[in-house]
């Protein structure tokens, strides 16, 4: 019988202190369902956003979340309080193109080669 201890309150901490939610999720929810919610709620005007859902890292009790798992099993023993929100931090961390220009510029001066 599902019920209420099948759903689960989250807000999602920004990196800048503010959230997003608090809203309620199935605990079947899916890591990457979560990822496309902040995505749609992301707040307008905000800079540095995430494009994609590859952008977005959420943390939960000091662990980043994989997409493929849900929330029942990403579930902290700290989110069992009845009518309690988690906070979930994101952090937004675009692929970089960048990566390969810092390695050859750190390679060129490290190789006196710039």
């Not at 099948?6 to 939610?21: A, N, P, V, Y």
């Not at 709620?41 to 977005?56: C, E, L």
């Not at 009790?61 to 099993?73: D, F």
């Amino acid at each position: 019988m599902a019920g209420v201890q099948d759903q689960l309150e989250i807000k999602f901490r920004l990196t800048d202190g503010s959230d997003i939610g608090p809203k309620s999720f199935p605990t079947a929810t899916s890591v990457a369902t979560l990822k496309e919610s902040i995505l749609a709620q992301w707040p307008k005007g905000k800079d540095n956003g995430p494009r994609t859902v590859k952008d977005v890292k959420i943390i939960s009790a000091g662990k980043i979340l994989e997409n493929s798992r849900t929330l029942g099993e990403c579930q902290s023993p700290l989110c069992d309080i009845p009518g309690g929100v988690t906070t979930m931090h994101v952090v937004v961390q675009p692929p970089s193109q960048e990566k390969g220009t810092n390695f050859l510029l750190h390679t060129l001066l490290s190789n006196r080669l710039f």
